[in-house]
C-alpha cells in the first residue's frame, strides 16, 4: 500500500476555492492554497509540502492565463510532480500552452456543474494512487460492463451495433447519445484496428478500409456499460504505439479553428476527446495502450468546447 | 448519390449540383468521394445528408478532400443535416469549406 500522500490544490481566490469546494473538499489530505494575488507565498507553501507531495491541482483561472509561467516555476519546485488542472468550461485553457508544459491531466467541470464535478475526485484518486482507469470507475455500482475480444475487423459493425443496442430508449437525448457512442464506437475500433499496428520502423501496417483477421497474438478488446445516465467505453490493444505526446498535439493541432487539413492527423483522437465528457489515454509503451472515457446522456458541456482528459505512460501492465 | 438542376426557393432558376449522400461516411466512400468534383458542372453545388448515417474521422478526411476541390471553383451548400452531423462538421472544420443551406432540403432527385 502507498503511503499517504497529500493533494494541494491552487486557487486563485476565494470565490475560486468556494467553486471548487463542493467536489474536492471530499478528497482526504487536502491542502488548499489560494494565491490571491502573492504567487511567491502560494509557492512557498507548495516548497513546504514537497515532501508529502503526491498530486497538484491547478485551477484554471489561475493558469495558463493569469500565470502563464506556473506550471514551470512548479516543475522547477517539484521535479516529476504530477499536475492537473482543472477548469470550468467557460475558462477552458488554449490546448496549446499545456502541451508546451506537458500538462497531460486535464478536468473540465460544466457551467452548471454538479453532475460532471461527481467524477472529479475519482480523477485524483487515480493520480494520487497511480491506478489505471476503470470503465466502471464513473458507472453506478452493479452496472453490466460488456466485453468482447475481436478476431477481425468485420466484428466492428456488430459490435457498434450492440452498443447501440444497450442505449435503448426513445427521446431526443438517448437518440444522440446512441449516435455518439456509435461513432466513438467506431473511431476506437478503427484506432486499435488500422492505427495502433505498426511495423518495426513505426509504419502501418493495415490501412483503413481494408478487411483484416487480428495476426496470432494481437488482442484487441472493447469494453463498454451504460448505468441508465452514464456511458463509459475502452478499447484495450497490446501493441502500446501511441505515444502520449503524439495525443496531446492532435488534440491541440486539430482544435485550432482554421484548420481543416484533409489527412488523418489524429483526427479520431480528437472526435473521441470531443464527444466525451472525460477522455482517458493509458499506454504502455510497445505493450498496451488503452483509450476510453465516459460520457453522460445529459451532458450539459458545450459540444464545441475542449474536453477533460486523462493522458498517462505507464511501466506496469494494465488490466483489459 | 444524385445529380441535377432544379429551381431556387425565389422561383428564378438556378442551376447546380446535387449530390445525395447515403448511409455511412467512411473509408469505404474513397473512390466515391473521389469521383465527385470530376462530375460538378455548375457554380453551384448541394450535397444532401439527410440518409446519411454515421460519418467517421475516416468520411470527414475524405469529405474534406472533396470540398476543397471543389471550393476552388463552385459554391457548396449542405442540407439534410442532422444534430450529430452539425456537430461533427463545426468541430473539424467542415462548415469552414462547405456553408449549410439555408433552404430546407429539396424534392425530387434524379437517379
Redesign the interface.
Known amino acids: 500500500m502507498l503511503p499517504m500522500q497529500t493533494v494541494a490544490v491552487l486557487y486563485l481566490d476565494e470565490e475560486d476555492r468556494k467553486f471548487w469546494s463542493p467536489s474536492l473538499d471530499r478528497i482526504p489530505e487536502l491542502f488548499s492554497i489560494t494565491v490571491a494575488g502573492c504567487l511567491s507565498l502560494a509557492l512557498d507553501r507548495v516548497r513546504r509540502l514537497r515532501g508529502s507531495l503526491g498530486l497538484l491541482v491547478i485551477s484554471a483561472r489561475l493558469y495558463p492565463g493569469k500565470y502563464p509561467e506556473l506550471a514551470r516555476l512548479l516543475r522547477e519546485l517539484a521535479p516529476g510532480l504530477e499536475l492537473l488542472l482543472i477548469s470550468s468550461e467557460d475558462s477552458s485553457p488554449a490546448l496549446g500552452q499545456l502541451f508546451a508544459d506537458d500538462i497531460r491531466h486535464l478536468a473540465i467541470d460544466s457551467r452548471q456543474g454538479v453532475p460532471s464535478r461527481g467524477c472529479l475526485p475519482a480523477v485524483v484518486s487515480l493520480l494520487i494512487e497511480q491506478r489505471h482507469w476503470e470503465i466502471g470507475s464513473c458507472l453506478k455500482p452493479g452496472t453490466t460492463v460488456y466485453s468482447f475480444q475481436l478476431r477481425s475487423s468485420e466484428d466492428k459493425e456488430p459490435l457498434i451495433a450492440a452498443l447501440e443496442a444497450v442505449l435503448t430508449g426513445d427521446g431526443e437525448e438517448i437518440a ?1 447519445l446512441r ?2 457512442g ?2 466513438l464506437a ?2 476506437l475500433l ?1 484506432n486499435a484496428l488500422y492505427n495502433a499496428p505498426r511495423g518495426s520502423r513505426g509504419d502501418r501496417l493495415f ?3 481494408e478487411r483484416r483477421d487480428l495476426l496470432p497474438r494481437e488482442r484487441i478488446v472493447f469494453s463498454f456499460g451504460f448505468d441508465g445516465e452514464t456511458l463509459a467505453l475502452k478499447l484495450t490493444d497490446n501493441w502500446g504505439s501511441l505515444a502520449p505526446d503524439s495525443v496531446l498535439e492532435y488534440l491541440a493541432r ?1 482544435q485550432e ?8 492527423g489524429g ?2 483522437l ?2 473521441i476527446w ?1 464527444f466525451l465528457d472525460q477522455f482517458h489515454v493509458e499506454v504502455l509503451p510497445g505493450q498496451q495502450t488503452a483509450v476510453g472515457g465516459h460520457l453522460q446522456l445529459s451532458s450539459r458541456l458545450d ?2 468546447a475542449p474536453r477533460g482528459f486523462h493522458i498517462a505512460e505507464y511501466k506496469k501492465e494494465m488490466a483489459a | 448519390m444524385n445529380s441535377k438542376a432544379s429551381a431556387s426557393a425565389s422561383g428564378a432558376v438556378t442551376a447546380h449540383d446535387y449530390f445525395l449522400l447515403e448511409g455511412t461516411i467512411d473509408a469505404h466512400c474513397d473512390k466515391l468521394l473521389k469521383e465527385i468534383p470530376s462530375r460538378v458542372r455548375h457554380t453551384q453545388v448541394y450535397f444532401d445528408f439527410s440518409k446519411a448515417g454515421r460519418i467517421n474521422s475516416m468520411g470527414i478526411a475524405l469529405l474534406l478532400r472533396c470540398f476543397k476541390e471543389i471550393g476552388s471553383r463552385a459554391e457548396i451548400r449542405l442540407e439534410g443535416l442532422s444534430p450529430m452531423h452539425n456537430m461533427l462538421f463545426k468541430m473539424t472544420g467542415v462548415f469552414l469549406l462547405a456553408a449549410p443551406a439555408q433552404s430546407p432540403g429539396r424534392e425530387g432527385g434524379v437517379r
Open positions: 444522440l449516435e455518439k456509435a461513432l467506431d473511431e478503427e490501412q483503413k478500409g486539430n479553428e482554421d484548420s481543416v487539413a484533409d489527412g488523418d483526427r479520431g480528437f472526435i470531443r459540444p464545441e
